[in-house]
């Protein structure tokens, strides 16, 4: 509760002259206050996500979960890439909802998961999982990728595109309704059939193929849900 996190900041707050920062996990809810409250009480900047809960698998010949422990398992944090949808939400929620210095963690392998985090709010940034599995020689990387990105975008600093995106972050119901049309770049189409399948069997039979093996969208069928363009490995469908 708001009360508790006063309680203990406050706490903290009396007993060091360090910047406290309070780090949030997916599952607290009226996220945007309680930052608020963090601040309220002493604190200097809010951090989220922390790892979720989860089962991570099982084995499915011994049926022991993962990670094992002499014969036995337990559930465990999840991190990493699989999170970086979650985490992209709760730093935009915080920042849409306060003004909070906030610091994102969660899936930050290379300098575009930076700048997605940057734009939905964050100012700082926490490396973890990636670090771990390439060594510290990756921050020279993300941090090269931010500085030529900055240079393209005309961003002399961090905070000329901290939450950039966030006025774009909707309601689903102001979203448009407009009907959207997607096309197939020819040249580009490496007739691998992915798209078809996807139509045929998970939305609107719109994707055929041409004389010459190449992949067509009939537009009268197409709803425009994009899911050829999400699983094409060629980049080549498009918005009309």
Request: with cysteine; proline share 3%; net charge neutral.
């Amino acid at each position: 509760s708001e009360e508790v996190i006063a309680k203990v900041v406050g706490w903290v707050r009396e007993a060091t002259t360090l910047p406290v920062m309070v780090k949030f996990n997916a599952l607290a809810l009226n996220i945007g206050h309680k930052a608020k409250t963090v601040i309220n009480s002493g604190g200097n900047a809010v951090s989220g996500i922390n790892t979720i809960r989860s089962l991570n698998g099982i084995d499915i010949y011994d049926f022991v979960p993962y990670p094992k422990v002499d014969g036995g398992s337990c559930y465990s944090g999840l991190s990493g890439k699989p999170i970086k949808p979650i985490g992209l939400k709760y730093i935009s929620q915080i920042a849409a909802e306060s003004d909070v210095p906030l610091s994102a963690i969660g899936g930050i392998y290379n300098w575009n998961d930076a700048a997605e985090y940057i734009l939905a709010g964050a100012s700082t940034l926490q490396v973890c999982s990636a670090v771990m599995e390439n060594g510290y020689g990756i921050i020279h990387d993300l941090n090269n990728g931010l500085k030529n990105y900055m240079e393209k975008m005309n961003f002399e600093k961090i905070d000329d595109f901290v939450g950039l995106a966030l006025p774009q972050i909707k309601k689903h119901n102001e979203l448009s309704r407009k009907k959207k049309i997607y096309r197939i770049d020819s040249e580009k189409c490496i007739s691998c059939g992915k798209c078809i399948e996807a139509c045929r069997d998970s939305a609107y039979q719109a994707i055929s193929r041409t004389e010459n093996n190449k992949s067509i969208i009939d537009e009268d069928k197409c709803d425009g849900c994009g899911l050829c363009a999400s699983i094409c490995p060629a980049d080549c469908i498009a918005l009309a």
